[in-house]
């Protein structure tokens, strides 16, 4: 298990460039994002070329790989574009490519044979000999679909002779991974082209063909229907076995959350996965026994706010408790109250939402750590006092006690 250790590595998503870097300080080993073609999560402010070779440089000087998703169905008219930005994303130095078409992972073999490919959980493998294809095809990484067990997980990781990266945090989608049109039927928004509208956790009655505009309620519970809302993915209390098991990647969901969220749930599992790492090395450890992962990294995610959490399929398939029929999401307990955009002589911050002197914020350190403050002065960038900031404003603060900034931090205020 030490050796699986060294080389598990925290994937992040990146939703643009900022989140990015949010992500790269809190300690992922790996980030993921996409072009403006060519990649699901349209929403997610996906990068444009002169944002991607930022990326990568910005990635690459902290240590951490840039992985470029390419994981559209393409059609043929797709198909005539692929070849050039394989071989510009090749030329700007990503680390892998994550595709889930067949024709993509063929022309990216191809055009940029040196490059990794990930096979995307729009692939959904689900079984071995799904991941030996793979491997036969030249797929240097297989995603597994979020629908196994521990026990597959296991099987799998230890017989295909690759990468296998399992998702160990954020929003569950009931179909197998985002194959559904409800969304597109309801809305005119594609799931498969990465714009659910998650209709599925929409709250639902029942209402008679001749008396429109009458809904007859359906007690499923007492606030409502919600027929496939399931809570959140969270693993962390799995690590150890995950590890165990031979997990080369854990991966978290959310390109097209906030940066609050990139912040709260990299660090956490990066504290997890480092608290294990010691405790690998420690005289406690007991070598048969898996440790129990402390209290205390479950915490600090359930202040970030969810649909509460779920392990999924780990311990076989799901059952009512980890969907939430009565619908209701866990609080967030804090916001984002601002961004360290520049550190150094004289830091700046960007606001997030309304900032004035006298306000208590908290600076989250890396680890779990977090240093409260607060704010006795703002100043914009030409050096004015103000009385106070608004989301968006670039400014310096004067604070008690003073705060070491370091570029990209977040800083958060909880919640009245
Ligand atoms: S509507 Fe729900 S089940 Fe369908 S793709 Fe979106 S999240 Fe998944």
Known sequence: MRENMKMTELLAPAGNLEKLKIAVHYGADAVYFGGREFSLRAQAGNFSEAEMKEAVQFSHLHGTKAYVTINIFAHNRDMKKIPEYVKWLSEIGVDAFIISDPGIFRTARAIAPDIPVHVSTQANTTNLESALFWKNAGAGRVNLARELSLEEIRDIARSCQMEVEVFVHGALCISYSGR??????MTGRDANQGA???PCRYRYALQEEKRPGIY?????GDRGVYIFNSRDLCLINRLPELVEAGVSSLKIEGRMKGLFYVAGVVRAYRAALDWLMEYMDSE????????VVPERFMEELKLLGSRGYTENFLDGPPGREDMLYQGGNAQQ???PAAVVVEAGDRPLLRVGHILRPGDRLEYMERGLGVTPFEVLEIRDREGRKVRQALGG???TVTTEPEIQWEEWAVIRRRQT
Do not use: N, W
Not at 180 to 185: A, D, E, I, P
Not at 216 to 220: C, G, K, R
């Open 180 to 185: 559904c049109m409800l969304s597109l039927y």
């Open 196 to 198: 659910c509208a998650h």
């Open 216 to 220: 007859f309620p359906v007690e499923e």
């Open 284 to 291: 406690e450890r007991q070598d048969a026994k898996l440790p």
């Open 333 to 335: 307990q804090f916001s």
């Open 393 to 395: 404003d670039i400014v």
